[in-house]
C-alpha cells in the first residue's frame, strides 16, 4: 500500500472497514456508541500514522491494532468493571486436554452450545476477544499477537487455559 493516500482515498478504507473495526471495538468496550467513537479514533490516528506503516501485516491488522489500543484506552478511562474468574477457576498445568476434556467441550448439543457461550461471557474482555479472533474469525496467532501486543506463543498457552477454565466452567454448570 502507498504511504501517500488522498482524503478520498483514504475514505474509501473507512467505508470498507468500518464494519468490522467497529464491531471488534465492540467486543473490548461493548457498548456500540463508545465502539463507534473508537472506530473513529482508530481511523484518524491510521490516518496521521500512515506512514509508520511497514506492511509487516496486513492493512486491516494494522487498523485492528490501533483499534484495540484505542479501545483498551476507553475501557482504562471509563473503568469498565470485568470478572476474574482465573483465581476461582484456574487450572494449573499445561497438560492437553484429554479425548474426554475434548468430547466435554465439543458443541455437538444445543444445550452445551447454551452453556458454552454463557461460560464465555463470564470471561474477562481479553479473553472472550482472543477467543473470537482466533475460533469465530479463523485469525492466526500471529496476527493476534500483532494486534494484542502479544507474543502468539504466549497466546496459545492463554487459549489452551481459557478453555480449561470453560471447560470447569461449563462441568460446574452442568452439576448445578
Not at 456500540?32 to 492493512?59: C, I, N, P, T, Y
Not at 479472533?133 to 492463554?158: F, T
Request: proline content about 4%.
Amino acid at each position: 500500500m502507498s504511504k501517500t493516500v488522498s482524503k478520498q482515498e483514504f475514505a474509501l478504507l473507512v467505508r470498507q472497514y468500518a464494519p468490522q473495526v467497529t464491531d471488534f471495538a465492540q467486543r473490548i468496550v461493548t457498548s456500540r456508541e463508545d465502539a463507534e467513537e473508537v472506530a473513529q479514533d482508530a481511523f484518524v490516528k491510521a490516518f496521521h500514522s500512515l506512514s509508520s506503516f511497514r506492511g509487516e501485516s496486513s492493512f486491516l491488522t494494522w487498523l485492528l491494532r490501533i483499534a484495540y489500543h484505542e479501545a483498551l484506552n476507553r475501557r482504562r478511562r471509563r473503568r469498565l468493571p470485568t470478572v476474574d474468574i482465573d483465581a476461582a477457576s484456574v487450572v494449573s498445568g499445561f497438560a492437553p486436554l484429554t479425548s474426554d476434556e475434548e468430547a466435554d467441550l465439543s458443541t455437538g448439543r444445543e444445550e452445551r452450545i447454551l452453556l458454552l457461550e454463557e461460560a464465555i461471557g463470564l470471561l474477562p474482555p481479553d479473553d472472550q476477544l482472543l477467543l473470537h479472533l482466533y475460533y469465530y474469525d479463523d485469525r492466526p496467532l500471529r496476527d493476534i499477537g500483532y494486534i494484542m501486543d502479544a507474543e502468539p506463543n504466549a497466546l496459545g498457552v492463554r487459549l489452551h487455559r481459557i478453555r480449561k477454565r470453560l471447560l470447569t466452567m461449563i462441568r460446574q454448570q452442568e452439576d448445578e
